[in-house]
């Protein structure tokens, strides 16, 4: 954004230049050529007046070493023309083409030339200046100089080279003034941007600092720092009120679980049917609280990541869980790279890798297979688990992670529907996500994304 204002900026900046820099050297070009042709007119009305006085043969040798001193004195080549443009004298031939100048033929006409608007440096061309020659009122030649440019060019591209020069020093001022406001203006909107992916990535303790800029955005600041404030109330009390309901819950449950065990030896017959039910909804409400338990530490952890060995910690979990998929006859495999290194929370990676696992071998058919894949993909460490149960249908795909969310045709597994989104809370506060994909043919692909180190993300862009 700070370019694109920049680049506006100095879009106006420079039409403004534009506008004032280009009349202001045509204006000293005509100034620098209208100069130099009231001199010439000058000495051109001179020289018809004494081209007036000539009136005979005999007077021509004058005239003409009149016009040569001058040419000799200035460079300028002057003559005497008569009515028919031929020349009569003249301090060095001015061509036979010099009848044709349109200075010389309104001067024939009886009309002083006028001058031209400006003379650019690029235009070699002389600055003829003519003027009629008059006996008693009428136009019998005309004086004529023909001076060279070279040096009212020199002027002209001189001044137009300061004009350039000031309007550069002019960009390059707005250019830095320009990007210093920018910066000014946007400092507050970039230290938002940053901060507001800090709270979304968990970190409810960010908050932007006095960064300055224009009176609204730091307005904007207040109320967004007072807004993460509310939030973070809201959010700790949520938590915690999970947390604790979850924690007090679980005394009187486990009482309450130990009662009625005590109590299956006086129960008769036909009631230990319903006896083992209570029981078993009670050892699952126990389940639901631990998870949620589990729930709330897992989304106020704040440990640092660090930079560890995927494969590694992935060897490590497989052999945690081979007893438990070896009961049901499920093969566990790795797959993939060794070397891939992740920039995650060990313990809360290694919890959210157990959540997906639980699930690959709790859906998998007896005799199944999962595979742990580890790889990379553009910009994360990528750890993908393959299994080959029934699979999700599409529409259900986007409510994985959902709490207590289950598909209705997974109801007879045993769960709570509090796994992966404890494990999309794990992955949360390093970072990292989870998305899931139906196989081609059979079964579930999981990936967890996990961040690359921070010297790997440099070396990547």
């Given at each position: 954004m700070r370019a694109r204002i920049t680049a506006l900026l100095l879009t106006l900046v420079a039409c403004l230049l534009l506008a004032l820099s280009v009349p202001l050297a045509l204006s000293t070009a005509a100034r620098e050529t209208e100069g130099v042709f009231l001199d010439r007119l000058n000495d051109t009305?001179?020289?018809?007046?004494?081209?007036?006085?000539?009136?005979?043969?005999?007077?021509?040798?004058?005239?003409?070493?009149?016009?040569?001193?001058?040419?000799?004195?200035?460079?300028?080549?002057?003559?005497?023309?008569?009515?028919?443009?031929?020349?009569?004298?003249?301090?060095?031939?001015?061509?036979?083409?010099?009848?044709?100048?349109?200075?010389?033929?309104?001067?024939?006409?009886?009309?002083?030339?006028?001058?031209?608007?400006?003379?650019?440096?690029?235009?070699?061309?002389?600055?003829?200046?003519?003027?009629?020659?008059?006996?008693?009122?009428?136009?019998?030649?005309?004086a004529v100089?023909?001076?060279?440019?070279?040096?009212?060019r020199q002027r002209v591209a001189w001044w137009w080279a300061l004009v350039a020069g000031g309007a550069l020093v002019a960009v390059v001022v707005c250019t830095l003034l320009t990007s210093r406001l920018a910066r000014w203006v946007l400092r507050p909107v970039h230290d938002l941007d940053a901060v507001a992916h800090d709270i979304a990535q968990g970190r409810f303790d960010a908050r932007v600092g006095d960064a300055g800029g224009p009176p609204e955005l730091r307005r904007l600041t207040t109320s967004f720092n007072d807004m993460a404030d509310a939030v973070q109330t809201s959010w700790q009390r949520q938590r915690?009120?999970?947390?604790?309901?979850?924690?007090?819950?679980?005394?009187?449950?486990?009482?309450?679980?130990?009662?009625?065990?005590?109590?299956?030896?006086?129960?008769?017959?036909?009631?230990?049917?319903?006896?083992?039910?209570?029981?078993?909804?009670?050892?699952?409400?126990?389940?639901?609280?631990?998870?949620?338990?589990?729930?709330?530490?897992?989304?106020?952890?704040?440990?640092?990541?660090?930079?560890?060995?995927?494969?590694?910690?992935?060897?490590?979990?497989?052999?945690?869980?081979?007893?438990?998929?070896?009961?049901?006859?499920?093969?566990?495999?790795r797959t993939g790279a060794d070397d891939v290194r992740g920039f995650a929370d060990p313990t809360a990676l290694g919890s959210a890798l157990d959540a997906v696992l639980d699930n690959a071998i709790k859906f998998s058919p007896e005799g199944g297979r999962v595979v742990v894949d580890v790889g990379t993909s553009d910009e994360d460490a990528v750890i993908t688990v393959l299994d080959e149960g029934p699979g999700l249908a599409a529409d259900e795909l986007d409510r994985i992670g959902n709490r207590f969310w289950r598909s209705p045709r997974h109801q007879n597994v045993e769960g709570s529907g509090l796994g992966v989104s404890i494990a999309k809370a794990l992955l949360a506060s390093f970072g990292g996500a989870l998305e899931a994909r139906n196989r081609e043919r059979r079964g579930l692909a999981v990936a967890v994304r996990v961040p690359v180190p921070p010297d790997q993300r440099l070396t990547s862009r």
């Open positions: 009305e001179r020289f018809a007046g004494l081209a007036e006085q000539a009136t005979t043969d005999v007077d021509l040798p004058w005239l003409a070493g009149e016009l040569a001193r001058y040419q000799q004195v200035y460079g300028i080549t002057a003559a005497v023309l008569d009515r028919d443009g031929a020349v009569r004298t003249g301090s060095s031939p001015p061509g036979p083409s010099i009848a044709a100048d349109p200075a010389v033929r309104a001067a024939l006409a009886g009309r002083r030339s006028e001058a031209p608007r400006w003379v650019a440096p690029w235009q070699p061309e002389p600055l003829v200046v003519a003027v009629p020659v008059l006996r008693a009122g009428d136009v019998v030649g005309a100089t023909i001076s060279p440019t070279t040096e009212l915690s009120f999970v947390s604790d309901a979850s924690h007090q819950l679980r005394n009187p449950l486990s009482a309450l679980l130990l009662r009625q065990q005590a109590l299956e030896m006086d129960l008769p017959p036909e009631l230990r049917e319903d006896w083992a039910s209570a029981q078993e909804e009670g050892r699952r409400l126990h389940r639901v609280l631990d998870e949620l338990l589990a729930l709330a530490t897992a989304e106020q952890s704040v440990s640092p990541p660090a930079e560890i060995s995927l494969g590694d910690l992935v060897d490590e979990r497989i052999a945690s869980w081979q007893p438990a998929a070896g009961q049901r006859g499920i093969g566990l495999e």
